[in-house]
């Protein structure tokens, strides 16, 4: 992939306060590689969009400094900056064709060759064939990929989108994810963006920043953040997990440390262990790594089966333990075995899929915050 050549995006010590409350809590420290796809994920009023409009110059931070390419534009009026941000609301111009909407900002720049750069920027989102119609004629996934070619023409050193799927249905949505993928890969330009879609994340950028109260609770590439959470917020929000409440007996062999939970004994790589023997931790399973029968791993529980949701791919279950805690296995479809409500069932699992986190935490923090999140995570 091309880059930009422009130099990282950096925010440094950067917090951001409104009538006294506290939208972005100091220090927020973040650098964006430049020519990188970037996400700013989180729930609802978590700091990611004020964060975006930080960076837009729409707003500018109670502490900290913004720095492109190592220039310091913190106090950078919005349209100064060489930064475009395309909205879920496309925000095109009704009385003007498709061509016009995208070649506007050069014409008023005075770019002599306008013309040909909006017919480029058209091939790149594969609209050229309309550029003589009116956004009116368009449908919602057309008319933001105008949008996004109006962004791109000018050749921002970064490029903000702030929900820009938001509007669109789940079809055109995952298309528009690929298409979004594809053309950051081709421009080379920075694109930060922000969703509430921990799908959309992971599907498109190379980096996620998860926020949660102001704060950066973790960041990484989409793999480690699935594979490896940091915390229970990032574990719940980031697809489904199931935590169980266990203690490190302090006993290792071959590389792993053995945790118990209610009298049961399980195994967990050492080096995913925070902690000294005795302490109490949160032991996790993503519900896909389980298997129903004793094929999965060494780590076993056995419960009953609860309920059991046929999705087409996979099936989920729903199994309670003897104690009271439910967990939810997901399994794919491809001849596994299968079980009934009411039925007893061993679930089992590998050492190397499940991750610890400290105990202190909430086990349902992230449960709740955001669209697209499945209900069911169980805790023990």
Known sequence: ???????????????????????????????????????????????????????????????????????????????????????QSYALFPHLNVIDNVAFGLRRRGEKDHRALAIAALELVELAHVAGRKPA?????????????????????????????????????????LELKRIQSEVGITFVHVTHDQEEAMTMADTIAVMNGGRIEQLGDPATLYERPSSAFVANFLGQSNLLRATITGERRDGYALVRTHGVELEVEVGHLPAAGGAEVLLGVRPEKLRLGESGGPNRLHG????????????????????????????????????????QVTLSWSASHGFVLDAAQDAEAGQDGGAGQDGGEAHG
């Open 137 to 177: 004629q368009l449908s919602g996934g057309m008319q933001q990929r105008v949008a996004l070619a109006r962004a791109v023409v000018n050749r921002p050193d970064v490029l903000l989108l702030d929900e820009p799927l938001g509007a669109l249905d789940l079809k055109l949505r995952r298309q528009m994810q």
């Open 1 to 87: 992939m091309a880059t930009s050549g422009r130099g990282d995006l950096r925010l440094t010590g950067i917090s951001k306060e409104f009538d006294g409350a506290t939208a972005v809590h100091a220090p927020l420290e973040l650098t964006v590689p430049d020519g990188s796809f970037f996400a700013l994920l989180g729930p609802s009023g978590c700091g990611k969009t004020t964060t975006l409009r930080l960076i837009a110059g729409l707003e500018r931070p109670t502490t900290g400094r913004i720095l492109i390419g190592g220039q310091d534009v913190t106090a950078t009026r919005a349209h100064q900056r060489h930064v475009n941000t395309v909205f």
């Open 304 to 343: 009953m089966v609860r309920d059991v949701s046929f999705t087409g791919v996979s099936t989920q279950y729903l199994v309670a333990l003897p104690w009271g805690s439910l967990m939810t296995v997901v399994q794919q479809n491809d001849g596994s075995a299968r079980a009934a409500v009411g039925e």
